[in-house]
Nanobody
Framework: LVQLQESGGGSVQAGGSLKLSCRTS?????MAWYRQASGRQPEGVAA????????TYANSLKGRVTISYRDKENTLDLQISSLEPEDTAMYYC?????????????????WGQGIQVTVSS
């Protein structure tokens, strides 16, 4: 079973940037980031195929988020810029995903424990 280790969360002021990383115990074909704010439904943020394949982003975040898959390190990165208080959420890394042509259709088998991102105004 693939194991995930997330890092990079924390507190940041609005307008700042943050990079989240997720290291996996083994390579997976597609990985993704999701988030869940308090009192809200989980939402997909972005997904990426290994080997420099296609990426997909949530429309609401497009332009502020970059996802990248570092194949040699089995690590998925998520760079978020121009952070807003509305970005405050628990962010989850997911692996063994399929239907990754769109973050809205992606489904994932393995989930990380989540990492908190808090954006203050």
């Amino acid at each position: 079973l693939v194991q995930l280790q997330e890092s990079g969360g924390g507190s940041v002021q609005a307008g700042g940037s943050l990079k989240l990383s997720c290291r996996t115990s083994e390579s997976t074909y597609c990985m993704a980031w999701y988030r869940q704010a308090s009192g809200r439904q989980p939402e997909g943020v972005a997904a990426a195929y290994k080997g420099g394949g296609d990426t997909t982003y949530a429309n609401s975040l497009k332009g502020r988020v970059t996802i990248s898959y570092r194949d040699k390190e089995n690590t998925l990165d998520l760079q978020i810029s121009s952070l807003e208080p509305e970005d405050t959420a628990m962010y989850y890394c997911a692996a063994d995903c399929w239907q990754c042509q769109s973050i809205y259709s992606a489904s994932c088998e393995v989930w990380g424990q989540g990492i908190q991102v808090t954006v203050s105004s």
